[in-house]
């Protein structure tokens, strides 16, 4: 059986704020639309679900976002993920300067939970808490090739 990574959903409280965020890190928006509909109901598991949505790519064109702003039924709110918590965790991203998206990342007042750390003189990295609490993490790469 082939399978391969489609994409990751997240559902966010401002799909606007939650867009801006991750294309000023450098992603792009593929598509957004508006979904509603029994097809919507019945892949989703959610009577009655309306949503808007956006699908966002890396560069690379190899990692998808598909952000989710529901509109009815009401956003259930959550306290937002710790690192420790099991469940969907983070979404991770590789940065060719960190330094570069963190700055972008303060725009949008987004800081590193506790600091930048190194791994094995191999990478720095961070996790930031993005918008509606998410959980991202930024790592660059130091010994490039």
């Known amino acids: 059986m082939g399978i391969k990574l489609e994409n990751v959903g997240i559902a966010v409280r401002n799909i606007e704020a939650t867009i801006a965020f991750f294309t000023d890190l450098g992603l792009t928006v593929l598509g ?6 029994e097809w919507t109901d019945t892949a989703v598991g959610l009577d009655g679900n309306h949503a808007k949505i956006a699908m ?19 956003a259930i709110e959550t306290e937002p993920t710790l ?3 099991i469940g969907m965790h983070r979404v991770a991203f590789s940065v060719d ?10 725009r949008h007042g ?8 190194t791994y094995e003189d191999v990478y720095k ?14 790592a660059e790469e130091l010994k490039k090739g």
């Open 125 to 138: 990295l961070t996790y930031v808490r993005g918008p509606s609490g998410i959980l991202v993490m930024l």
């Open 56 to 74: 966002l790519q890396t560069p690379d064109g190899q990692g998808r976002l598909e952000l989710f702003e529901y509109l009815h039924p009401d």
């Open 110 to 117: 987004c800081h590193p939970l506790r600091g930048v750390a």
């Open 83 to 85: 690192p420790n918590e």
């Open 97 to 106: 300067n960190l330094d570069e998206a963190l700055a972008t990342a303060a």
């Open 32 to 37: 957004r639309d508006t979904v509603r509909g």
